[in-house]
């Protein structure tokens, strides 16, 4: 564990506004390359919800995009009339209604993030092995210790 207190306040302020940097850029070239794709950024989201964790219920999905279930319904419908995804009943309890990614839906997930990986490639091909290294070991430890935080409201 390291010392707590260590930091200044312009370091945060500093390290802050580089993960912001780094977000906000991510997200446009993220969007950029959606363009080449027939779906949404919020329909982008939700494949890949399904295609990391598996079959979920409408109302998990709602819950992890901090979105009212009304709308999760609407964004569905439009995905399962796309042949993204389809509504599956649970065989051990009827009521339960879980959402499946569907083969098109797995392929555009693949094939976006492919394109997302390709332009991280290209900027880390930009820097030296050892400052890759050292990217790659900072961002997740900061990504470590924000796990570790998530319980300490």
């Given at each position: 564990?390291?010392?707590?207190?260590?930091?200044?306040?312009?370091?945060?302020?500093?390290?802050?506004?580089?993960?912001?940097?780094?977000?906000?850029?991510?997200?446009?070239?993220?969007?950029?390359?959606?363009?080449?794709?027939?779906?949404?950024?919020?329909?982008?989201?939700?494949?890949?919800?399904?295609?990391?964790?598996?079959?979920?219920?409408?109302?998990?999905?709602?819950?992890?995009?901090?979105?009212?279930?009304?709308?999760?319904?609407?964004?569905?419908?439009?995905?399962?009339?796309?042949?993204?995804?389809?509504?599956?009943?649970?065989?051990?309890?009827?009521?339960?209604?879980?959402?499946?990614?569907?083969?098109?839906?797995?392929?555009?997930?693949?094939?976006?993030?492919?394109?997302?990986?390709?332009?991280?490639?290209?900027?880390?091909?930009?820097?030296?092995?050892?400052?890759?290294?050292?990217v790659d070991h900072a961002l997740h430890l900061i990504a470590d210790y924000m796990d570790?935080?998530?319980?300490?409201?």
């Amino acid at each position: 564990m390291g010392s707590k207190g260590f930091h200044s306040p312009d370091q945060v302020k500093r390290v802050e506004a580089a993960l912001r940097r780094v977000s906000s850029t991510v997200k446009q070239k993220g969007r950029l390359i959606l363009h080449n794709f027939p779906i949404t950024p919020q329909q982008f989201e939700v494949l890949y919800l399904l295609n990391e964790h598996g079959d979920m219920t409408i109302g998990n999905i709602s819950q992890k995009m901090s979105l009212a279930f009304s709308t999760m319904t609407d964004l569905l419908h439009r995905m399962e009339k796309a042949g993204l995804v389809a509504r599956v009943r649970s065989q051990k309890d009827r009521r339960v209604v879980k959402v499946h990614i569907l083969r098109k839906g797995e392929e555009i997930v693949r094939d976006v993030l492919k394109a997302r990986r390709e332009y991280l490639g290209a900027v880390l091909d930009q820097m030296s092995r050892e400052e890759v290294d050292q990217v790659d070991h900072a961002l997740h430890l900061i990504a470590d210790y924000m796990d570790k935080m998530k319980g300490h409201r």
